[in-house]
Each structure stands twice: as structure tokens, then as C-alpha cells.
């Protein structure tokens, strides 16, 4: 939720693809006020424990910075602000600048062939294509959809 902020200004688009994010993950109404609240004003403090926490988990530090991508592009760009806030959040997760490169190009590829990115269905073509390190591989994969 805290990128949702990273260029100024939180696009209506960006909150409609963080509570369809909430719902996906079964939050209640009342974590889904929260997350939705701190999109506009994070608790940076919690954010970076939150980040250092997912950091000890690679598999679920690469879901949430994919998500964080796909609901950065939920305008249909990736400001120059977005985009350094995906940065500091991938090295804070413990992704590699290149691994963060290959998803976020991979996410682009979705959002510009095929509108928005459905979150469930992302993972194992993402973590085949991250395996063999490709970048063409993920674009040839994202023109398939």
C-alpha cells in the first residue's frame, strides 16, 4: 500500500487494485480499511518491519514485490518515483535489482498486451522465467496471454 503514494498522489485505479488485492487475500473489512487508510499516509516504521520480515521468506518476498509492481501499474505506468520505491522495496526484500528488473518488465509486458494483471495467476511462469534468468523468455511469455 505504501507505493501506492511513492509518485504524490493515490489514483483511484491504484486503491481499486489494492482492495481487489485485500479481498484475494481474505482480509475483513476492517484490515481492508487499514491497508486502503495507509496507502495514503504509510507508517514507515511499520513498513520497513513488515519488508524485514518478508526478507527471511525469498518465495513470499517475490509475491509481494510482484504484487507491489502489478498494483504500481494498476494506472497503466510506473512513475519515476514508483519506480525507486519498487527499488528500495526489492533490496529491503532481499530481490535482486536483476530478478526485480525481470518482473517488473514481465508485469509491463502483462499490462500492456492484455489490460490489467490478474495477481493469482502470475507465479509459476514468473518463477520459471526467473529460474532461467530471461528476460525476452518472460516478454515471449506475456505476448502469449
Known amino acids: 500500500a505504501s507505493l501506492s503514494a511513492a509518485d504524490g498522489a493515490v ?16 482480509l475483513d473489512a476492517e484490515a481492508q ?3 486502503l487508510a495507509s496507502a495514503s499516509e504509510p507508517d514507515v516504521r511499520r513498513v520497513e518491519r513488515a519488508l524485514a520480515s518478508m526478507a527471511r521468506r525469498p518465495a513470499i518476498a517475490l509475491s ?11 494506472d497503466d505506468r510506473l512513475a519515476g518515483a514508483e519506480a525507486q520505491g ?9 530481490v535482486s535489482a536483476t530478478d526485480a528488473v525481470i518482473v517488473a ?10 489490460g490489467e494483471v490478474g495477481l493469482d495467476h502470475l507465479a509459476a511462469e514468473l518463477r520459471e522465467a526467473l529460474g532461467a534468468r530471461d528476460a525476452g523468455q518472460l516478454r515471449a511469455l ?3 496471454r
Open 86 to 94: 519498487v527499488a528500495r522495496m526489492a533490496a529491503r526484500l532481499g
Open 11 to 26: 489514483q483511484p485505479e491504484e486503491l481499486d487494485r489494492l482492495g481487489q488485492l485485500c479481498e484475494q487475500l481474505g
Open 142 to 144: 506475456a505476448h502469449k
Open 64 to 74: 509481494l514485490l510482484t504484487d507491489a509492481i502489478a498494483l504500481a501499474f494498476a
Open 33 to 35: 480499511r487499514a491497508v
Open 105 to 114: 518488465k514481465y508485469v509491463e509486458s502483462l499490462v500492456m498486451h492484455h
